[in-house]
Structures are given as C-alpha cells and as structure tokens.
C-alpha cells in the first residue's frame, strides 16, 4: 500500500473490533435502502465488527429472536438492484411504550449491540433518538430486574445512533436528496412519458395525482421535468381564483395547438383556506368550465415500486459507509446524526436539528405560513419552485419588459440527453427577461453557414423529454470559422451567446475568448453549460445527460447478470463510452455492484489484471454466482476489452466462463432522466440571468452596443461541491488536460476505494472530507437564488 499523506485521515486508523452494528429499515420503504444496508454490512465486516440484520423493523427489534440475525458477506450479494428492503419494514406501535422498548434494549444487549444504523423516515429516526436518551436508564431497570448482569450495564453504557433518510417523498430537512426520491421520480415520469402519446393522440387533459401527503417535492420535480400546465403542492397553494386562472391558462395553450394539458397533483395538495385540492376536483372544473376530454390516473404504490435508479444505488452506497466511518468514531457526546447530502457532498447531521426543522415545515404550513413552509424546506426545494414559475407561466407581451438584446442558444459536441431541456429553459428565462432568443442550428458549422432563426416560447413546447439535440449539435470547434461567425454574430446583432454541450463546447469558448483581439464581434458575454455522457468538462462535478447515461448501463448490467441466472458461474466484461474519462466506468461500477472497473485515471499493469482474476476466482468458490468487470473504452491501448475476456476467460477455467458486451450508443439515446431534465433546466435558467445581468454590466448607452472583454464574461457554470458557480474559461486552461480531453483533477476518483471495499478488496481510503458534524443551515431567501441547484 502507498505511505498516507500526513495531513489526510485515513479510515485504517478505524477499528471495528468487538463492536456490534446491528441495521434496520423502518416506516415506509423506499427504493435504494437495500444498496445501503448492503453498504452498512460491507463496510462493517470490513472494518471488524459484527453486522447483525435486525428484520421487520422495530418489531423485529422488540420481538428479537431470529429476527436480530448475524450476517456474511454473501448474505447482501445480489440485493443492490432490488426495490423495497429485503429484511423488511413494519410500523410498530409496541416501541413507542417504555415497555416496548425495554424488550428491544434486552434484545440488544444479548448480543452486544451498541450502534443502530437506522434506514427510514423522520418518524423512525425521533424513535431511535429517544432510544438512545433512554438507553442507560432501561439497561438499569434491566438489571434490577434481573434480565441482565450489572456487568453488561457497565459495558454497553453507551448506544450509538446514526440515521439515513429512506424516503420518497423527500420531505426530511437537512438533505438534498433522500434515498428513493430519485427512484420515484423515474417511475412517475415513465408514466408521463407514457400517457403524453395516448394524450396528443385524442387532445386529452390528463390529471395526474402523485405521493407527497405533507411535501410537493414529488410533485413539483416531476412538473418541471415534463413541463406540466399546473401543479398543485401542499407547501405552496394556489391564490384565490385559481380556478379561472388554471382555466384561462390551459385553454391558452390549447389554441396555441398544443394538444395536451398535463395537470400534476400532489396527494396532500390544499388551497389557501387549508382545504383539501383533489384530482376528483380538479378534473371535474376542467370538464365543467371546459369541456375537454379530461382523464385522472393516481400512481399510487407504483412510485415506490421498481429497482433503484443509478442516482439512488450511489446515494445510498456512499451514505451506507459513511455511516459506518460515523458509528466508529461517536463518543458519548456526539449527538445523534444522520448522514446527508448537501449538492455533491456527504455530510453529517444532529438528527434532532433536521427532525425539528421537518416539524417546522408542518408548523408553518397549519398556520398558513405559507412562504416560511417554503424556505424551511431548503434551498433546493425553493429553487426548484422559482425555476418551475419562470418556465411555466407565460406573461403577456404588454407585461414583459422589453431589452432588444439578442441572445443566441447552440449545441455543440455529442448528444447528451437533457440538452433540450436545457434549451427550452434558456428560451423561455430569456424571453421572460425581455430579450429575443435566437437558436443555431448544427453547432458552429451551422453558424458559420447562416442558420440562424429567431425561437418563440411555444416552439420550445414539449421539449423536456426528448432525447438527443433538436437543435442538431457538431463537434466542429470555430477556429476554422472564426471570420464567417463573426459576420453572422454582426448580421443577426448578437448580443450574448448560450453554448451548450461536452469539452467541445468548452474549448470553442476558449477560441472565441482568444479571438477576442481580432473580432469585436466576440465582445460579449459567453456562457457554457456543461452537457455530455463523459463528464469530462472541467470546472464541473457533473454534466447534463451523465446521469442518464448511467441509468442506461446500470439497467444493462443489470439485465446482462440476469441472463446468467440458473446458469453456471459466469463473469460479464463490460466496455463503456467516455473517450478518456472513466466517470460512466467508475460510478456504473459502484451502481451495479462491479468487482473492478478499468479506467485510464488510474493505471494498471498486467499484475493487477491478474491480482483481480484470482480474487473473482476466489469469490467465485463460494455461493456467489455472477461477476462484473466494467473497462472504459481508452482505459489502456493494450489491454482492450477482448485483451481482458480472454485472460478472464483462460484465467477462470474450471470455475466460471465469460461473456463480453460493448455497449455503444445506447448510452448517448434515450429520454433523458429526470435529474438530467432538472439539472439543466436550472443551471440553463441561472445561465440566462447571469447573461442578463452580464448585458446590463457592459452595455455602452453612448455607442448603443454592447462590448465585454473581460476574463469573466465568458463563463462556464458548473457544480463544484454544494455550489453552483460562474467560472472564467480562461481560468479554468490549467485545471484542463487538452491531450486526454479531461480535467486534470475529478472528485469521483475518491469513490474509487468505495467499490473497491464493497466488492471485498483491501484498500486505503481517504476520510478527510468525513467526520465534520455540522448543523442544519436555515438560509436567508436570497441565497436560495444565488446557491441553489
């Protein structure tokens, strides 16, 4: 092993020995809880201790026997692709009572169980908080009462508590994403997806209720992300006469020969008086006042259905062993914490503080406070409300203000899916703002050419969920071009210019910055969104279409190991995209459970591919059944895929055979996933208000143009950790490998020791980042437009 930095914290100087973790999923279940309890138990017989299954919840906790069960390392092969929780979730009213609790402490103590991981909603986690308050003084009335040995008292003095939130409706405080949102969100809009056609076939309106008794989230995303006409949510009700207004608004767009109206309702959607707003409701006043075709479908338990998306196996993998690393180092003073994310980042949480905080939200909503309700959700939740009334509502022209600046919107590079959601939001945040938007169609070989055209609102309709680039996209940079870009950018009066898309986009940003000196054209401000499958752009953690990307390999593997069920033992090597950036190989591998993944960040020899072989082959001799090997497709010019099969192949002889797949193009098509559609509609809406307030800055009334040249008017807006940030191309030169096309520097490298530990290797892993317990942030309204994503 290499020799640690001194100034890092490294998790081998943590040590589980004679510890007893016991897991358990509680209250309602939620897709991705059983990648963390996988995550728990792996990480905990990593580190020493005993793992132990406590089954059925609280009830298997109060009941004990063998519902508290010791577990292997087999005991989780195979679970990370199924929903729900497979050691299962009960509501159980014993454990709200002293006595029901004094039987679980009982149950605990016989097998030396002092730290709870526990996987469920706010309601599980107050439970186990006021578990641990009462911890010392159930173990004394135990042992007065003689069911354990005062010996045991002194022992086990202490119980530890760590929380992950496993919930749907991503109504917990103090997290971005809760374990199983994602998921939901995909099963809702597969639906939409689905009942769009059937709708635009007989101009139906179509009401559609989703989950979310006392939080809109589910509701709000999945409007966003389909473009739905209206969306009623618990947290933000509609004004009084809503009902003329919702009606006025759908037959608007009905004559503007859009043949759909998708309304979404949340389950516990009310209006301002706190009356209860149904899809019943809602479908009766559309056909009374209207007289359209109106259909309501209630999704219902479809939501929590289904396997976990990429997003959530990742989620909960990271949470799963953060948890461990937050079980080994509590003390008796750390309070309860749950681990949580915060933009890109793990962090660790008082459990009380967020538990308070999602008390809050109800609080305010009861006394109809309701723009408190809103901020007290957090950033997130407010950002995603103020994108989604920018985008959906359409001002009349007499109301919008009106700034005769022109700004151009382009792809450049590979498709990405969300590209166009990305557009949509650009077009339709520009209009608002009162700028005229114009789309270039093929990159910037179409520039070159003239194909320009003015885009209205409606031309944008329906756009969120199509795959691929509508306005076509090149990979052609405008070095070549330059002068003929700069007659068209003076022809057409360009002010501003939005171009979207992978390292292509970037680099051609870079040129026009560079060539600022010989066309004036060039004088104004630039933004580049990050969107390509590689997630290889500098000055960004992610890009718009990885995530579907990763969806599409992870639901191939998945289905590649399911060919081998009832076969023998058999080993997939799987080739993934990304050119040189082994993002899609690295994190498809944690998602789908790989045993290695071959990337060109990090080097291999031929050692190693033969250490890797062996170990499978060792895996193999027991009860596990499938293995999976991920390669990027430039990982090594020597050691190709086929290189690979065939050494698995002759290596495992006797033991298991092997099969190849090159999964190609599939992971560039598709309807992008719902995080893609959300991530580029809101970095897309922030981009266009930075360029609007860029065109205010540089604006020279005296000559009646614009003129910006500094560095920091040709920005890239990418995601650094918790932050959405505006970063000078320029700048961002020496962060960049222009040989490999990659950053130099990625933070998911750091994940890498992740799926190394849970696919049973030995290795080191830098904790640096872990451990901070922090508090729950409670922002001021406007910081929430500033560092939202």
Same mark, same amino acid.
């Given at each position: ?113 002092t730290n709870l991981c526990v996987i469920g909603g706010d309601g599980s986690l107050t439970g186990a908080n006021l578990f641990r308050e009462e911890w010392s003084g159930l173990l004394e009335e135990l042992a007065q009462s003689g069911k354990i040995e005062e010996e045991a008292v002194k022992k086990y003095v202490y119980l530890n508590i760590v929380g992950m939130v496993g919930s749907i409706d991503n109504d917990f405080c103090g997290t971005d994403m809760t ?92 209006? !301002? =008086?706190? %009356? +209860?707003? &149904? ?7 559309? @056909?009374?006042? *209207? ?100 985008? !959906? =509502?359409? %001002? +009349?022209? &007499? ?7 022109? @700004?151009?919107? *382009? ?379």
């Amino acid at each position: 092993m290499a020799e640690q930095p001194a100034d890092k914290k490294f998790f081998e100087n943590l040590s589980g020995a004679g510890k007893a973790i016991g897991v358990l999923t509680s209250g309602g279940d939620a897709q991705g809880m059983n990648a963390a309890v996988r995550a728990v138990v792996r990480m905990g017989i990593y580190v020493e201790a005993k793992v132990y299954f406590i089954y059925e919840g609280y009830q298997g906790m109060v009941d004990g026997g063998d519902n508290i069960v010791e577990v292997s390392w087999e005991s989780v092969s195979s679970i990370l692709q199924v929903g729900g929780t497979v050691i299962g979730s009960a509501r159980c009213k014993e454990f709200r009572t002293r006595e029901g609790r004094l039987k679980a402490a009982c149950n605990l103590i016989q097998r030396g169980i002092t730290n709870l991981c526990v996987i469920g909603g706010d309601g599980s986690l107050t439970g186990a908080n006021l578990f641990r308050e009462e911890w010392s003084g159930l173990l004394e009335e135990l042992a007065q009462s003689g069911k354990i040995e005062e010996e045991a008292v002194k022992k086990y003095v202490y119980l530890n508590i760590v929380g992950m939130v496993g919930s749907i409706d991503n109504d917990f405080c103090g997290t971005d994403m809760t374990i199983g949102t994602d998921s939901a969100l995909h099963r809702i809009i597969e639906v939409v997806d689905a009942i769009m056609t059937t709708a635009q076939s007989h101009q139906r309106t179509f009401v559609l209720e989703v989950m979310g008794r006392h939080c809109g989230y589910l509701a709000l995303v999945s409007a966003l992300a389909c473009g739905a006409d209206w969306v009623f949510i618990p947290e933000y009700p509609p004004e009084e006469g809503w009902e003329d207004q919702m009606c006025v608004k759908l037959s608007e767009n009905r004559a503007r020969k859009k043949r759909l109206n998708i309304i979404i309702v949340a389950e516990g959607a009310i209006d !301002s =008086h706190n %009356k +209860p707003i &149904t899809s019943e409701k809602v479908k009766d006043l559309v @056909v009374q006042q *209207l007289g359209f075709d109106t259909r309501v479908t209630i999704l219902g338990h479809v939501q929590r259905g289904g396997t976990p998306s990429a997003f959530d196996r990742i989620l909960a993998s990271r949470m799963g062993v953060e948890a461990v690393l937050a079980l080994l180092e509590a003390t008796p003073d750390t309070p309860a914490c749950v681990v949580s994310l915060s933009g890109n980042q793990a962090v660790r949480l008082p459990l009380m503080e967020c538990v308070q905080m999602t008390q809050e939200v109800q609080k305010a909503m009861d006394e109809r406070k309701f723009c408190e309700a809103v901020r007290l959700r957090g950033r997130s939740f407010e950002n995603n409300l103020n994108t989604y009334k920018l985008l !959906s =509502h359409r %001002k +009349p022209d &007499t109301e919008l203000p009106k700034t005769n600046f022109n @700004v151009a919107v *382009l792809n450049v590079g590979a498709p990405a899916a969300g590209m166009n959601a990305a557009v949509r939001s650009a077009i339709r945040v520009g209009i608002t703002e009162g700028h005229n938007m114009f789309a270039v169609i093929d990159g910037f070989e179409g520039f070159a050419n003239g194909q320009i055209k003015e885009i209205s609102w409606g031309d944008v309709g329906g756009w969120t969920g199509q795959g691929g680039s509508l306005l076509g996209t090149k990979r052609t940079l405008p070095a070549k071009y330059l002068e003929k870009i700069a007659d068209q950018m003076r022809i057409n009066n360009i002010n501003a210019l939005m171009v979207i898309g992978g390292f292509e986009a970037y680099e051609s940003c870079l040129q026009l910055a560079e060539a600022r000196a010989r066309f004036e054209e060039f004088c104004i401000p630039i933004c580049v969104l990050p969107a390509t499958i590689s997630n290889n752009v500098p000055g960004t953690d992610l890009s718009i279409g990885a995530d579907t990307a990763l969806n599409a390999i992870v639901e191939t593997c998945d289905r590649i190991k399911q060919s081998a069920s009832g076969t023998k033992r058999r080993v997939f090597i799987i080739e993934t995209m990304g050119g040189y950036c082994g993002y899609l190989a690295n994190m498809g591998g944690l998602a789908a459970g790989a045993d290695a993944a071959y990337i060109f960040e990090e080097k291999f020899d031929i050692r190693e591919l033969q250490a890797n072989v062996e170990h499978l082959t060792e895996k193999m001799k027991t009860s596990i059944q499938r293995g999976l090997v991920l390669r990027n497709e430039n990982s090594n010019e020597n050691y190709t895929t086929d290189f690979i099969y065939q050494l698995y192949s002759e290596e495992g002889k006797g033991v298991f055979d092997c099969r190849k797949n090159v999964l190609g193009h599939m992971q560039q098509g598709g309807a992008p996933s719902p995080f893609d559609r959300n991530f580029g509609t809101k970095i897309s809406a922030k981009a266009v208000q930075w360029i609007s307030k860029k065109l205010r800055e540089t604006y020279r009334r005296d000559e009646g143009k614009v003129f910006a040249n500094t560095e920091d008017s040709v920005c890239l807006l990418g995601m650094r950790r918790r932050n959405l940030l505006f970063q000078p191309v320029v700048e961002l030169k020496d962060q960049a490998d222009f040989v490999h096309r990659i950053p130099k520097e990625q933070w998911w490298l750091k994940l890498r020791p992740l799926m190394k530990i849970l696919a049973k290797y030995k290795t080191s892993y830098d904790v640096s980042d872990s451990g901070q317990l922090e508090h729950v942030a409670r922002h001021s309204p406007k910081e929430a437009e500033t560092v939202a994503i």
